[in-house]
């Protein structure tokens, strides 16, 4: 049986798929149809359920309740792992915000998300793929921007600086880990293959950790020009054991997301609005 799959091609996607994409473990008769592709791609791909299993970004999961289920594995979740605002002026301070133009990493995204939660005052945004942000900042061409993935080592290497850790305000309010995306199945799949889907990504990830920290061919031919070492921290920052399994950690860090989700949108018309129930995959006995 073969599946539709995607995921995006930096370090900590290709880490945890490497393994089950490429049958380094027994994938137990299925095939996958891999699309790598940017995260707000993959959103938009969801939203239109155009595959049968897909790494989104949370922040687009509470348009998604009815129609995909969350696996437990796969995902990105943990501390200190968040987007950060940048800027180029380094005089810029977070009272300032609500005044600039800010460039976002997708519509969809959780650092879109994020950012909204912090700043719900600023309205001047514009939507980027993520690694074209530090050069439209750098060019003058937005006055800020929000970062994600590998983005976060590079800033100040380029002469750019912080004006906030969107994360850490996160952690710091709700008191939980960051929710930044996860793997969903669309609810064409049945359960017991996403069940077993669920448990293959499990295996995959294991797979990757006991391999590591050597960086498979898999993982460094899709991460352009990136040096080892910035392949290593993009993959200790986002991939850990909640990777493995969300756990009741996992699940009510998401739930949080998407209730603030429904705060931020209560202004939508009703139909617009998800319902607050989180289709989470039971686990297999």
């Known amino acids: 049986m073969k599946f ?40 938009n791909f969801a939203l239109e359920d155009k595959l049968d299993f897909s790494k989104i970004s949370y922040g687009v999961l509470p348009l998604l309740l009815e129609t995909h289920t969350l696996l437990n594995s796969g995902g990105a979740m943990g501390i200190g792992v968040g987007p950060l605002l940048i800027c180029k002026d380094p005089h810029i301070t977070p009272d300032q915000v609500n005044n600039l ?39 003058g061409e937005v006055d800020a921007g929000v970062i994600i993935h590998e983005n976060r080592f590079t800033y100040a290497q380029k002469g750019l600086y912080k004006i906030t850790d969107l994360g850490a305000d996160w952690e710091t309010k709700t008191k939980s880990p960051i929710a930044l995306g996860g793997i969903v199945a669309s609810n064409r799949i049945p359960k017991p293959i996403m069940q077993q889907v669920d448990q293959l990504i499990a295996k995959s990830v294991a797979y990757a950790f006991n391999n590591y920290p050597t960086i498979s061919d898999y993982v460094s031919c899709h991460a352009q020009e990136m040096s080892e070492a910035v392949m290593r921290q993009h993959i200790d920052l986002y991939v850990n054991d909640f990777s493995i399994d969300m756990g009741e950690t996992g699940k009510n860090a998401i739930e949080s997301l998407v209730h603030i989700y429904q705060q931020i949108n209560a202004t939508l018309p009703s139909h617009s609005t998800p319902a607050s129930v989180v289709p989470f995959l039971p686990k297999t006995a």
């Open 4 to 43: 539709s799959l995607g995921f995006s091609p930096c370090p900590n996607d290709t880490f945890i798929f490497d393994a089950l994409v490429n049958k380094k473990i027994d994938t137990e008769g299925l095939d996958f149809e891999v699309h790598l592709e940017d995260v707000q791609t993959l959103n």
């Open 101 to 139: 133009r800010i460039a976002i990493p997708g519509k969809n995204t959780t650092a879109y998300l994020l950012f909204s939660y912090v700043y719900p005052e600023a309205t001047n945004i514009s939507f980027y793929v993520f690694n074209e942000i530090e050069a439209a900042v750098l060019s």
